[in-house]
Nanobody, 120 residues
Framework: VQLVESGGGLVQPGGSLRLSCAASGFTFSSAAVGWARQVPGKGLEWVSGIYGDGSIFWVDSMKGRFTISRDNAKNTVYLQMNSLKPEDTAVYHC???????????????WGQGTQVTVSS
């Protein structure tokens, strides 16, 4: 399994970023794939996930600001982040759940991550 993230950077509060994750090494089209984030001193936490059938898992605090999508032809999953806040600052990782569901703390594989910094 290989998950390679891109698209992070420095953005002002209220701004937007689009993260991309190129996946390989597994059957992407049928897999649950998601985004998790980590701040210093804390563990990974799910942000959002998308199942093989296209159904979506959301964390309530991000719902309405973040949009997850996938392109099975490109083996890529995206996270569109709008109305960013300073507390969204974190390393964002593309991740696969350990089991079928996006349960807290249950991560199977994840990429090296991309830094998102929200600051004026």
């Amino acid at each position: 399994v290989q998950l390679v993230e891109s698209g992070g950077g420095l953005v002002q509060p209220g701004g937007s970023l689009r993260l991309s994750c190129a996946a390989s090494g597994f059957t992407f089209s049928s897999a649950a794939v998601g985004w998790a984030r980590q701040v210093p001193g804390k563990g990974l936490e799910w942000v959002s996930g998308i199942y093989g059938d296209g159904s979506i898992f959301w964390v309530d605090s991000m719902k309405g600001r973040f949009t997850i999508s996938r392109d099975n032809a490109k083996n890529t999953v995206y996270l569109q982040m709008n109305s960013l806040k300073p507390e969204d600052t974190a390393v964002y990782h593309c991740a696969i759940p350990r089991g079928h569901w996006f349960n807290p703390g249950e991560f199977g594989s994840w990429g090296q991550g991309t830094q998102v910094t929200v600051s004026s």
